[in-house]
């Protein structure tokens, strides 16, 4: 690890006045910068900041600090009640003690964990602009399918940022100059194109202070994970569901997926193929058509196609049964 300077903030004003890169649990940043991925000059500590709350919203929402640990998040009681798909993808991501350290902020910030990116000794357009992607042509078995590019194919790995999608949020950040920005999740995310370093939309020195959720939407709510192995594993697949039936008919649905994508993945064509539709075989087959219909495989991970649409049939089912 290279030598940095360190400070501590004691306000979100003098965190992103301090010019330097943010610090709370740490547990990606620090894995980072160990392998000399990341090496930045100045880490400011922002653990201590009064970020740490979950308040409920005049409309019914909750706005969530973002130094609210995961494992306090996917606990509190409004969330088990409200957004229970919130809750089950918190408590399908890493470990216990993970969980326990790892922040709101952060975990929407996680880098991916593409072979390739970790490995210093290899081509990755994402760690070293411009020298290449040796994923395409390599072990890609955990790697994208929708939203590549020439560029990269690597996966975003966060779990919660998969049901903050499904869920419409709302991320809330503070910049040097005062100027609060409200940016919704479904802007949030870049695809790679050409330039797979810039992952999302925030500036350098820009804080994310706290995350809005809506009030808790109708319907029922389901989160499920398909991985390699039963804990601490990423996702292959990943669906975050939430659907409504009114009069034997799907009055709504939102449907996130994570490991099929460069970003947590929502497209509104595979609920348009829903919406107004009775459940049903063909119905849940149209939408499955729609998430696949630019699906690319490379190899390695072409099983994830026929996996995906598995996934999502069976979830569509469990989630307008009965």
């Given at each position: 690890?290279?030598?940095?300077?360190?400070?501590?903030?004691?306000?979100?004003?003098?965190?992103?006045?301090?010019?330097?890169?943010?610090?709370?649990?740490?547990?990606?940043?620090?894995?980072?910068?160990?392998?000399?991925?990341?090496?930045?000059?100045?880490?400011?500590?922002?653990?201590?900041?009064?970020?740490?709350?979950?308040?409920?919203?005049?409309?019914?929402?909750?706005?969530?600090?973002?130094?609210?640990?995961?494992?306090?998040?996917?606990?509190?009681?409004?969330?088990?009640?409200?957004?229970?798909?919130?809750?089950?993808?918190?408590?399908?991501?890493?470990?216990?003690?993970?969980?326990?350290?790892?922040?709101?902020?952060?975990?929407?910030?996680?880098?991916?964990?593409?072979?390739?990116?970790?490995?210093?000794?290899?081509?990755?357009?994402?760690?070293?602009?411009?020298?290449?992607?040796?994923?395409?042509?390599?072990?890609?078995?955990?790697?994208?399918?929708?939203?590549?590019?020439?560029?990269?194919?690597?996966?975003?790995?966060?779990?919660?940022?998969?049901?903050?999608?499904?869920?419409?949020?709302?991320?809330?950040?503070?910049?040097?100059?005062?100027?609060?920005?409200?940016?919704?999740?479904?802007?949030?995310?870049?695809?790679?194109?050409?330039?797979?370093?810039?992952?999302?939309?925030?500036?350098?020195?820009?804080?994310?202070?706290?995350?809005?959720?809506?009030?808790?939407?109708?319907?029922?709510?389901?989160?499920?994970?398909?991985?390699?192995?039963?804990?601490?594993?990423?996702?292959?697949?990943?669906?975050?569901?939430?659907?409504?039936?009114?009069?034997?008919?799907?009055?709504?649905?939102?449907?996130?997926?994570?490991?099929?994508?460069?970003?947590?993945?929502?497209?509104?064509?595979?609920?348009?193929?829903?919406?107004?539709?009775?459940?049903?075989?063909e119905a849940f087959e149209a939408a499955a058509d729609a998430l696949l219909a630019d699906a690319k495989g490379y190899g390695s991970n072409d099983?994830?196609?026929?996996?995906?649409?598995?996934?999502?049939?069976?979830?569509?089912?469990?989630?307008?049964?009965?």
């Open positions: 690890m290279k030598t940095f300077e360190y400070a501590k903030a004691d306000s979100p004003e003098a965190a992103v006045a301090a010019g330097g890169r943010f610090i709370a649990g740490g547990t990606n940043l620090l894995d980072l910068m160990k392998l000399q991925i990341e090496t930045p000059e100045k880490l400011v500590d922002i653990s201590r900041l009064d970020l740490a709350e979950i308040e409920e919203r005049p409309d019914g929402g909750l706005t969530i600090g973002a130094l609210v640990p995961n494992s306090d998040l996917a606990a509190d009681a409004r969330v088990i009640k409200g957004y229970p798909v919130l809750s089950r993808a918190l408590l399908a991501g890493a470990s216990g003690q993970l969980r326990n350290k790892a922040s709101t902020g952060g975990n929407l910030l996680q880098r991916t964990r593409c072979y390739y990116f970790y490995d210093t000794a290899m081509p990755c357009n994402k760690r070293a602009p411009g020298s290449g992607c040796a994923a395409q042509g390599g072990f890609n078995r955990i790697l994208a399918v929708l939203g590549t590019s020439e560029a990269c194919i690597a996966t975003h790995p966060s779990d919660m940022a998969v049901a903050m999608r499904a869920l419409d949020a709302v991320i809330v950040t503070l910049k040097p100059d005062g100027d609060r920005r409200r940016i919704s999740i479904h802007d949030f995310y870049r695809l790679p194109g050409d330039s797979p370093q810039i992952e999302t939309m925030l500036h350098t020195d820009e804080l994310i202070t706290h995350v809005e959720l809506p009030p808790p939407p109708g319907g029922r709510q389901l989160y499920r994970k398909v991985r390699d192995r039963a804990s601490y594993a990423f996702a292959l697949v990943s669906v975050a569901g939430i659907v409504s039936v009114e009069d034997g008919k799907i009055a709504s649905a939102a449907l996130a997926f994570g490991g099929l994508a460069p970003m947590p993945w929502r497209d509104p064509a595979v609920e348009a193929a829903l919406v107004g539709q009775a459940p049903s075989t099983f994830k196609i026929p996996l995906t649409r598995r996934v999502l049939i069976a979830c569509l089912r469990d989630l307008t049964e009965g």
